[in-house]
């Protein structure tokens, strides 16, 4: 054990500061709301038409009056939210005296939350709270409550927005931008659609698996990540298939995605983050299917890093390596994955997807520039030559 720990450097970890996890936690929001924020009693609720037309916020609405909450709803929250939609959202909370944030619903909805949040007390415009460490000082409280299983947004300090001044997607990383309160409700996720249980699912794969092999990979952060690896595989397609009746499937995938996310928070992502962005921008791809897309191809040039966490993966995904090298059942971890984004109906190649070669120079170029962080956590060196040949073995 001693030679364990002392392959280990410092590492850090940070969450938000309350998860409730369960079916039926979302009863609970009133009350936890009331105890956490004494002295507030305006909430705005944000989220999609279609979140709001499916119900999905009747509960967390009734739970927050019962408790005194005045309830405002802004519904027009689009996937990868854009500035404009930002500034009307921002608009509403200054005007309606807003005191606690909510945001219901994927990734895009909770990404409005958090910069919302942190916008509403102060006067900077958003360029002020966007790259690394930008967000500088607490905004208003917030709840997150996510709707699907996957992105992590509800547990992350993330937020990812579009520039559509210039029609670019945006990243903002800061401790202040995570919840106050996350509320995670497995029977929330019931009617997701196959599509979207599928792509949103191996977004959150791609967590566990990427947190594993990361240079910043640690005790703590390997053991939440292969959880997270051997929970979703096991559990994906029965969601996918059948997970309207499927709660069980649900649980575990609510349960999954955690692990990943939390797994994140310690030892970070790889360059299967940093390629998906260029392409998902693009070919208007979602960020679950680029991912897919890149995740074996990132993952056969990342492989000679580490040979026996790679089995490991292939073990955790319920591969039988008895009796392979280590370097072969490696490689069955990187099958086993393209098997799983097969099942699940995601196309294999970028081609697939109407990708052209001739704009992968350009991709190339935007991951060493953009992304030099996800490149440096990395398990492998990565030029942009190398970067550019993973493009074309996407292809």
């Not at 997270?228 to 996918?240: C, D, H, L, P, T």
Request: proline share 5%.
């Amino acid at each position: 054990m001693s030679d364990f720990f002392q392959m280990s450097d410092i590492f850090m970890f940070q969450l938000p500061r309350k998860i409730i996890f369960g079916n039926g936690a979302i009863k609970k929001i009133g009350e936890e709301a009331a105890a956490m924020f004494p002295g507030q009693s305006r909430a705005l609720l944000i989220t999609d038409k279609g979140v709001l037309g499916a119900g999905l916020t009747d509960e967390a609405t009734a739970s927050l009056k019962k408790s005194g909450f005045e309830v405002i709803v802004f519904d027009e929250v689009t996937p990868d939210p854009p500035f404009t939609l930002v500034d009307k959202c921002l608009a509403l909370a200054r005007k309606e005296k807003i005191g606690v944030i909510l945001g219901i619903g994927g990734g895009s909805s909770i990404d409005t939350a958090k910069i919302v949040s942190c916008m509403a007390p102060y006067q900077d415009g958003i360029d002020a709270y966007l790259g690394i460490n930008k967000v500088q000082r607490p905004g208003l409280p917030k709840i997150f409550v996510p709707t699907t299983a996957g992105t992590g947004s509800e547990l992350s300090h993330t937020f990812v927005l579009t520039d559509d001044r210039v029609n670019d997607k945006v990243t903002s990383y800061s401790p202040f931008a995570f919840s106050d309160i996350s509320i995670i409700d497995p029977t929330l996720t019931l009617s997701m659609p196959a599509k979207v249980t599928a792509e949103s699912g191996m977004d959150a794969f791609s967590h566990a698996l990427e947190s594993f092999l990361t240079v910043r990979a640690n005790p703590l952060s390997d053991t939440l990540s292969m959880r997270g690896i051997e929970v979703i595989s096991k559990n994906i397609r029965k969601a996918y298939t059948k997970g309207t009746h499927s709660l069980d499937a649900r649980y575990a995938m609510c349960f999954g995605v955690c692990m990943g996310t939390m797994a994140i928070r310690s030892s970070g992502i790889g360059a299967v983050h940093a390629t998906c962005y260029p392409p998902a921008m693009k070919y208007h791809l979602t960020h679950g299917m680029a991912i897919s897309i890149m995740m074996p191809y990132v993952m056969e040039y990342n492989l000679p890093s580490n040979l026996e966490k790679y089995a490991a993966i292939a073990s955790a995904m319920g591969e039988n390596g008895a009796n392979l090298s280590t370097r072969a059942a490696a490689m069955t971890s990187v099958d086993a994955v393209r098997q799983l984004a097969a099942d699940l109906g995601i196309p294999s190649r970028l081609r697939d997807v109407g990708a052209k070669q001739e704009d992968f120079p350009e991709f190339a170029k935007t991951v060493v520039k953009r992304y030099a962080h996800h490149v440096a956590n990395n398990p492998r060196n990565l030029t942009e030559q190398d970067i550019l040949k993973i493009f074309q073995s996407a292809w």
